[in-house]
Every structure is written in structure tokens, then in C-alpha cells.
């Protein structure tokens, strides 16, 4: 399995009060990812990283920022929780395979958040 | 219209049962598709790609069809082990272009 660590594992929180996630690889893979997945959505991309201190917004990125500062880390910060992101935040990385997809995604054990 | 539409399920078989599930996609520009297995509260993990036309794997074969904008997934001599979630993942191009389908729960009963 590939090696990422998402911590914590479970949070709860209280509405407008700051939260970050954590996302750890060992791989040295390029790009990295925070998805969400809730009941009868697919999984839907936050924010993504092509390498360090370099990241683009996906397709739900509102109320959500990000920092890679090193390789091996990715932060997901919620500035002031909602309700609305209450939600199972998975991680994943992928390598630069010199394509443009890195469509083989290797993903983290994932963290539940429940904002109340 | 969703861009990706995948019946939830559950479907439930039998071991040793054959079994089928589609996933429509709207975007005709997708390239390549994917499925992957999700388990209960799990994280997902790649089953399969498919660039062409299909792909088979052991007990798994997957099929598209881009007249129809459909690609299925067909699982033969189903185990318990089978029994996961499986999310319809097609990739129209750049990094962040991989639109994940709600999935399809299938429960595999002895």
C-alpha cells in the first residue's frame, strides 16, 4: 500500500471554529489531493497540488485553502467550519508519469469531520 | 444531467452469480475511464482502467461504449470478497479532470 497518513482520523468540531487536516506521503509523488465524499455524491476535488508551494482550486474549493510547503505534506484548512462540511476528506497522491492524468490515484484512509 | 449516473444499488447476488452494473458518462470528450472499488468506509483503491474499447482481468471485464456514452463493469463468479462499492471514474483530460460516479453498492450473500 502506498504510504499516506491523514490525521486526525475523526474530528468534531463546532461551527466557526478553524480546522486542519493533515495529509503525509512517503511516496515523493508530484501531485496531491483533497477530496470530499458524502452520501450520493461521488468523490469531488477541493484543492489539488502539482508540486510544492503550487496549487489550483477543484470543482468545490469554497470555505477550503491549502499549503504545500514540503513534498511530503499537504494541508487542508477550513477557515470557519459549517455545517456543510461536515463530510469524509480523503487524501490522495499520484506520480508524474510524464502523461497528462495521473488517473492512478493512491488514496489515504480518510478523515470523517462532523462539524456541529 | 449528472455527469456521471451510476444505479446505487444494492445489488444483491448470490455467490458464483454473474453481475453487471453500467455507468453513463455526458461528457462525449472522455477519454478513459476507470473503476475503482470502495469498502465500506474505506478509501478507494483502482480496479481497473480502460483506454479502449475494454479491459479484462481475471473475473473482471469492462466494456464501453461511446456510441451510447455507457461503459459496464461485469463481474463473473462473484465472491463475498466482491462486496464493495463501485465508483464509474471517466477522465476527460488534465490533472484535476477525473469525475468520480456516486457508485454502485453490490452485496455478494453466500
Known amino acids: 500500500d502506498a504510504g499516506i497518513t491523514q490525521s486526525p482520523r475523526h474530528k468534531v468540531t463546532e461551527t466557526g471554529t478553524p480546522v486542519t487536516l493533515r495529509c503525509h506521503q512517503t511516496?515523493?509523488?508530484?501531485?496531491m489531493y483533497w477530496y470530499r465524499q458524502d452520501p450520493g455524491h461521488g468523490l469531488r476535488l477541493i484543492h489539488y497540488?502539482?508540486?510544492?508551494?503550487?496549487?489550483d482550486k477543484g470543482e468545490v474549493s469554497d470555505g477550503y485553502s491549502v499549503s504545500r510547503s514540503k513534498t511530503e505534506d499537504f494541508l487542508l484548512t477550513l477557515e470557519s467550519a459549517t455545517s456543510s462540511q461536515t463530510s469524509v476528506y480523503f487524501c490522495?497522491?499520484?506520480?508524474?508519469?510524464?502523461?497528462?492524468?495521473?488517473?492512478?490515484?493512491?488514496f489515504g484512509s480518510g478523515t470523517q469531520l462532523s462539524v456541529l | 444531467r449528472k455527469e456521471v449516473e451510476q444505479d446505487p444499488g444494492p445489488f444483491n447476488v448470490p455467490e458464483g452469480a454473474t453481475v453487471a452494473f453500467n455507468c453513463t458518462y455526458s461528457?462525449?470528450?472522455?477519454?478513459?475511464f476507470f473503476w475503482y472499488r470502495q469498502d465500506c468506509r474505506k478509501e478507494p483503491k483502482l480496479l481497473m482502467s480502460?483506454?479502449?474499447s475494454g479491459n479484462e482481468d481475471g473475473r473482471f471485464t469492462a466494456q464501453l461504449n461511446r456510441a451510447s456514452q455507457y461503459i459496464s463493469l461485469l463481474i463473473r463468479d462473484s465472491k463475498l470478497s466482491d462486496s464493495a462499492t463501485y465508483l464509474c471514474?471517466?477522465?476527460?483530460?488534465?490533472?484535476?479532470?477525473?469525475?468520480f460516479g456516486a457508485g454502485t453498492r453490490l452485496a455478494v450473500h453466500p
Open positions: 490522495a497522491i499520484s506520480e508524474d508519469r510524464g502523461l497528462s492524468t495521473n488517473e492512478k490515484l493512491f
Open positions: 511516496e515523493n509523488h508530484r501531485y
Open positions: 497540488s502539482y508540486g510544492v508551494k503550487d496549487t
Open positions: 461528457n462525449s470528450a472522455s477519454q478513459s
Open positions: 480502460v483506454y479502449s
Open positions: 471514474v471517466p477522465w476527460s483530460g488534465g490533472y484535476n479532470k477525473l469525475i
